[in-house]
């Protein structure tokens, strides 16, 4: 009966995983003119990184490992690699010597087409989870 709730369990997992991704992207859009952080440098996008969740376990009949997937997991949240973007204005407090202002290297157009596609697994996770609940009822209307 533990491999019953394995569906909602990954489902789950998957929730979690694509509200941190949409987490991050919401910092992401909301410090995309952020030219002065903390540490005195522009904002840095960040991703979320995720990995498959396996466990390896113990099969007692054959003595033997078996390794199973439990969804996903948070590896963490990186700093985007690509490069911060140069804007001309010399009127910004934090423009160089030449004028030019070091911008966060965030993208507005590609947040919001990464936003969507995280709310759409979410919603497919949500539909998951829906669905199996619903099985889950009718079995139980079966051994009425």
């Known amino acids: 009966m533990n491999d019953a709730f394995m569906g909602m ?8 995983a694509e509200r941190l991704r949409m987490d991050t992207i919401s910092s992401n859009v909301a410090n995309a003119t ?35 997937f439990k969804g996903v997991k948070s590896v963490g949240i990186v700093n985007d690699a690509s490069p911060l973007r140069r804007v001309y ?23 919001m087409a990464d936003m969507v596609a995280s709310t759409r697994a979410y919603e497919a996770n949500v539909s998951a989870m829906a669905a199996e609940k619903s099985m889950f009822s009718k079995a139980l209307e079966i051994g009425k």
């Open 9 to 16: 369990r990954i489902s789950s997992s998957g929730l979690t």
């Open 89 to 111: 204005d010399p009127t910004n407090p934090d423009a160089g010597k030449d004028g030019y202002v070091s911008m966060p290297n965030v993208n507005i157009t590609n947040e």
């Open 34 to 68: 952020t030219t002065r952080g903390a540490n005195g440098k522009p904002y840095i996008r960040k991703i979320a990184v995720f990995q498959e969740n396996l466990q390896q376990e113990l099969d007692k009949t054959t003595g033997t490992y078996k390794t199973s």
